[in-house]
């Protein structure tokens, strides 16, 4: 069974940043792509950022968000710069197989979900 735990998530006033950790356990977390979702109160879950072999943002936060993984520690991240009041969510680490750029933000193409970490950014 495949586990993420996610970390990193805070308070941040507007124009900070946060880098998001995702650790992977109980399987070769090298292949599995991992994404990064958000869903705000009131709100449905929407896609921030997928890897595979390539890299894959919405467009609300290219040229902010940054995501990346270390295969050697099993854990993917969410660089996050420039952030905005809008950007608060909670923000929940997923991994699946998956092959094609356009499944990367399909939250039904992923198996597996963490618990969520929240972020709050101050105006």
């Known amino acids: 069974q495949v586990q993420l735990v996610e970390s990193g998530g805070g308070l941040v006033q507007a124009g900070g940043s946060l880098r998001l950790s995702c650790v992977v356990s109980?399987?070769?977390?090298?292949?599995?792509?991992l994404g990064w979702f958000r869903q705000a109160p009131g709100k449905e879950r929407e896609f921030v950022a997928g890897?595979?072999?390539?890299?894959y943002y919405a467009d609300p936060v290219k040229g902010r968000f940054t995501i990346s993984r270390d295969n050697a520690k099993s854990t993917g991240y969410l660089q996050m710069n420039s952030l905005k009041p809008e950007d608060t969510a909670v923000y929940y680490c997923?991994?699946?197989?998956?092959?094609?750029?356009?499944?990367?933000?399909?939250?039904?193409?992923?198996?597996?979900w963490g618990q969520g970490t929240q972020v709050t950014v101050s105006s």
């Open positions: 997923a991994a699946g197989t998956i092959s094609r750029r356009d499944d990367l933000s399909n939250g039904r193409k992923y198996d597996y």
């Open positions: 109980g399987r070769t977390s090298s292949s599995l792509a």
């Open positions: 890897i595979s072999w390539i890299t």
